[in-house]
């Protein structure tokens, strides 16, 4: 696999396919392969994750996944409207949202036959060769 030569901090792509989600717990990786609209694939790895949501129907129980938009964002601000938007529910000892000023955090959001929302502290994108 080969790195892309993406704004590696924002991204997006239309109109691509999920073909899978790898979740590698010995890693604490969590992978997306994507089949872009020029057939071309790509990996995206999560790692060192903080959210996580995903919604399909029962309907849409095996893949590939339509996706009408892929995009990653660079979150500057330590997550804390981005978190509170997504329900992120680890709270410290005074029930407050933990959040992680000073620390660049990643927002993955697809949206189609399914919906997800990752977050995490780092991410890889790569081209399938």
């Known amino acids: ?17 999920l073909t899978d989600i790898d979740i590698r717990r010995e890693l604490h990786l969590f992978r997306f392969s994507v089949e872009l609209e020029d057939l071309s694939q790509i990996i995206i790895d999560m790692r060192s994750i903080l959210l996580f949501n995903l919604s399909k129907t029962l309907a849409d129980m095996e893949g590939p996944y ?18 509170t ?12 949202l933990i959040i992680y000023p000073g620390k660049t955090i990643y927002h993955l959001r697809l949206d189609g036959d399914i919906s997800c929302d990752v977050v995490s502290v780092e991410f890889d994108l790569y081209r399938k060769q």
């Open 1 to 17: 696999m080969n790195e892309l030569s993406l704004n590696k901090s924002n991204f997006k792509f239309e109109f691509c396919n």
């Open 66 to 83: 339509f996706i009408i938009e892929l995009e990653m964002k660079k979150v500057l601000d330590g997550g804390k409207d981005l978190l």
């Open 85 to 96: 938007k997504l329900h992120y529910d680890c709270k410290d000892k005074q029930g407050n």
